[in-house]
Structures are given as structure tokens and as C-alpha cells.
């Protein structure tokens, strides 16, 4: 399959380099882009006219979203469903309609910067170098405050019917599948998804920079087909 790689927050298209190569080895060809857009609509109408220009509803993409572009990529997904074969969340989820990525990011000179690694819990940093660390903030892009604090809103019931993969760092896959199980509020799109798989990575937030062979992995494996049940 054709997949789409959106990176997340204060990153650029080349945050996926390291995984690229995974999923090429793997049959699938692959592109990376970088979010476009100073509002969270206008990242979502960027997202969707690529959607227009590489799928058909013959030949559907994979939309992966790491952080806080999962929401992105989701909103995306809504508006054209049908041209969305799969969705990988790397680390992320879909937030409930009226909800944002995260409200409280301090704003500094009108835009969002990479805040400070002591903000982080330690789950979030888990594997994430002083050379890693360091690449990062090298690479960091402040982010729109807009991206950040508007609301998602969604209007196709089609997109509960796109399949779904969670590739769970942060939090262990078994406590993420019991939240989804117990329809915790945060959960509803997941709850909503008619396929939902969950996989779980144990490194930090940024899996393409502490994991990547081991994230390229696991997107191969939720990509891969299911097995037939024989009569």
C-alpha cells in the first residue's frame, strides 16, 4: 500500500527518515510530508488534498499520524473516508469532537516551542538519548498556537469504518486496550472504531528516533493482511 507518513509536533517530514526504509523493504511505497497550515483546518485541508492527488477509492492510502498529528490525520480521514484504507496512530489517538491536542503548551512569542525535557514524565523520555534529545531540539519547529487549541470536529460516520492501528509507547497496549474496553470519555473514536488493533512499543514518545526498526515493524505487521480461515 501507498503510506502517507505525518509527523507529529515541532517535527518535519524528515522525523520519519529512519523508518522509511522499513516499510520500503516491505512491499509498501511510502511518502513523509511535512503539515502545512497555521490552523488545525487548514493542516487538515493540506492533508486532504494530498489524499486527492495520490488516492482512489480503488487504491486507498495509509494515514499515519505520530503525537499530535493523529488527530490530524484522523480529521483528515473523515473528510474523505473512502479513500483511506487504513489508519496507524504512533503514539497517539483520536481525540473526542470538541476536544484539542493540548491547551496548556505555553505559548512563547506567539507560537508554541518545544518545551523543556523536564516537563516530560519519565515514560515519555523513555530511550530518548542526550544525542537524540539534542537532534531534536536541532530540528524542533515551534508549532501555531491554533494547531494546538482548536477543537476537533467530525461529520462522516464512515471513518469508524476505516481500519485501525494504535502502536502504544507510552502507556503498556494491555492498559490502553482496558481503557478503550472500559469507554473511558478520552477513548470514544476508539470505541467508535469498528477495527482497532493495539500494539505496544516500549520506548518513548519519539519511537521513530529511540525504535525505528522495531516502529517500522510493527506498522508492517498491522499493515499485513489478515489471514484466510480455510472452509
Known amino acids: 500500500m501507498h503510506v502517507i507518513l505525518v509527523p507529529g509536533f515541532w ?27 497555521s490552523t ?20 486507498p492510502v495509509v494515514l499515519a499520524g505520530h503525537s499530535g498529528a ?14 483511506v484504507g487504513h489508519l496507524l496512530y504512533v503514539d497517539t489517538f483520536p481525540g473526542p469532537e470538541g476536544s484539542c ?12 516551542p518545544l518545551p523543556s525535557w523536564g516537563v516530560w514524565e519519565a515514560a515519555t523520555l523513555r530511550g530518548m538519548t542526550d544525542a537524540i534529545r539534542a537532534d531534536v531540539e536541532r530540528r524542533a519547529i515551534p508549532e501555531p498556537v491554533a494547531v494546538t487549541r482548536d477543537r476537533f470536529h467530525y461529520a462522516d460516520p464512515a471513518r469508524h469504518g476505516i481500519p485501525a492501528t494504535v502502536i502504544s509507547c507510552e502507556i503498556p497496549a494491555g492498559e490502553l486496550a482496558t481503557m478503550v474496553a472500559d469507554h473511558h470519555a ?23 528516533f529511540t525504535a525505528p526498526d522495531e516502529l517500522g515493524a510493527l506498522m508492517v505487521q498491522a499493515l499485513a493482511p489478515h489471514p484466510t480461515v480455510g472452509p
Open 11 to 37: 517535527l518535519d517530514a524528515s522525523a520519519w527518515d529512519a523508518v522509511v526504509p522499513v516499510l520500503r523493504a516491505a512491499g509498501h511505497s511510502v511518502e513523509a510530508v511535512t503539515r502545512q497550515g
Open 40 to 59: 488545525l483546518d487548514e493542516q487538515v485541508a493540506s492533508l486532504v488534498a494530498r489524499l486527492d492527488a495520490v488516492a482512489t477509492p480503488d487504491e
Open 70 to 83: 493523529g488527530p490530524i490525520a484522523y480529521m483528515a480521514a473523515d473528510q474523505r473516508p473512502t479513500l
Open 101 to 112: 491536542v493540548n491547551d496548556e503548551l505555553p505559548v512563547v512569542d506567539g507560537v508554541v
Open 186 to 208: 478520552w477513548t470514544t473514536e476508539l470505541v467508535a472504531t469498528e477495527e482497532l488493533a493495539i500494539l505496544g512499543l516500549e520506548t518513548g514518545h519519539w519511537p521513530m
